[in-house]
């Protein structure tokens, strides 16, 4: 896959940069990445933190045309790699047949998927707790990172990683997801029965409180009577931070290694 474009495609709370380190280590493979961030993203976290209202009101439809105008830009078709919400667009663009493969890490969860285990809830609650937050960009504290990003990290790294990383993201996509098994249009459905599309593989951290292993697992049986290729990878001691922690390397080399020939 040398010189072949990988499009990573962050979450909700963190900055595309964030991703760097998987740019550095896939550009030293022979891969073309690259991280844009969401539609009226700032490109630097200091930026994105002064003007919390830029990424206020956008959807899940809208990120994924963001993303799909993107890729209509690149050379080639992309491995497209994505964190949390990121990892929802990843399955949305896949079932588009816009990438060669498709590699979703801790998703935010898909229409169809039924599984609402507490600790989901909690971690949601910062956004879903106020309606006025559809329409507004909403930050987390350092305790509400520590609960839904850094629970398997020790309590200094998690601090870090706020400190480096956490900016104002959206609310409208956290209610959108909480609402598509009631909606009928929901832009939370993926085609999940598209048999060209790549294959596509799921990243489970098994202590992930933002996403648990029950609604990965519960996505990845969604797909369960495609031809398609899909796979599931569960990683026991992991939450949500796996992508930017200390850890992040393990996530990466098992990725590259699933994509290789």
Do not use: C
Request: proline residues 9%; neutral net charge; glycine residues 10%.
């Amino acid at each position: 896959m040398t010189n072949t474009p990988v499009l990573f495609i962050h979450g909700l709370w963190l900055h595309a940069s964030s991703w760097q380190p998987w740019i550095d280590l896939f550009a030293a493979r022979g891969f073309a990445p690259i991280a844009p961030g969401w539609p009226g993203e700032p490109g630097t976290v200091e930026a994105a933190r002064r003007a919390p209202q830029a990424v206020a009101g956008h959807g899940i439809d809208d990120v994924t045309d963001h993303y799909a105008a993107i890729i209509a830009t690149l050379p080639a078709a992309p491995v497209i790699i994505g964190h949390s919400f990121g990892g929802l667009i990843t399955q949305k663009l896949l079932g588009r047949g816009l990438g060669r493969a498709g590699v979703a890490i801790d998703p935010a969860q898909i229409k169809g998927v039924k599984p609402l285990p507490f600790a989901q809830l909690r971690s949601g609650f910062p956004v879903l707790g106020n309606p006025a937050n559809r329409r507004r960009a909403v930050s987390l504290t350092p305790a509400q990172f520590r609960y839904g990003f850094g629970n398997a990290i020790d309590e200094r790294e998690s601090g870090e990683l706020y400190d480096r990383w956490t900016v104002p993201s959206p609310g409208r996509p956290l209610f959108e997801a909480a609402l598509a098994n009631f909606t009928k249009d929901s832009p939370a459905a993926v085609d999940i029965g598209n048999t060209t599309r790549g294959p596509l593989l799921f990243i489970s951290g098994q202590r992930d409180h933002t996403v648990p292993d029950a609604v990965t697992r519960a996505a990845y049986k969604l797909y369960g009577d495609s031809t398609a290729t899909t796979e599931l990878k569960q990683f026991p001691d992991r939450g949500h931070s796996l992508t930017v922690d200390s850890g992040w390397r393990t996530i990466a080399d098992f990725t590259l290694g699933w994509l290789a020939p």
